[in-house]
């Protein structure tokens, strides 16, 4: 079992930036992928990216590359999402999942944690 609580949400203008924090606890965090994935009201979620217990973070789609950076902290187990040049359209649910593979499809992630909203005005 794996545990995750986001956190760093909230209210910016476009153009401006947030860093949401991801504090994972449990067994063998070592050995699971953390990713971030959002959802918008109406829409579907959508993968952000994912990092491993060492290396950058990866799978960033097209809509965020250059803009959002994962990072990983492992002495606190905490996964940082990095989130600059924000614009409306990231308005969004924000949620930190885990999983044991390296995975860009939300469905396949086993532990989520409950979610930060972001919100973007023009």
């Known amino acids: 079992q794996v545990q995750l609580v986001e956190s760093g949400g909230g209210l910016v203008q476009a153009g401006g930036s947030l860093r949401l924090s991801c504090v994972a606890s449990g067994r063998a965090l070592n050995t699971y992928w953390i990713g971030w994935i959002r959802q918008a009201p109406g829409k579907e979620r959508e993968f952000l990216g994912t990092i491993g217990w060492s290396g950058p973070g990866v799978g960033y789609p097209d809509s965020v590359l250059g803009r959002f950076t994962l990072s990983r902290d492992k002495d606190t187990n905490t996964v940082h999402l990095q989130m600059n040049n924000l614009k409306p359209e990231d308005t969004a649910v924000y949620y930190c999942?885990?999983?044991?593979?390296?995975?860009?499809?939300?469905?396949?992630?086993?532990?989520w944690g409950q979610g930060t909203q972001v919100t973007v005005s023009s």
């Open positions: 999942a885990a999983e044991l593979r390296f995975s860009k499809t939300p469905d396949e992630y086993e532990f």
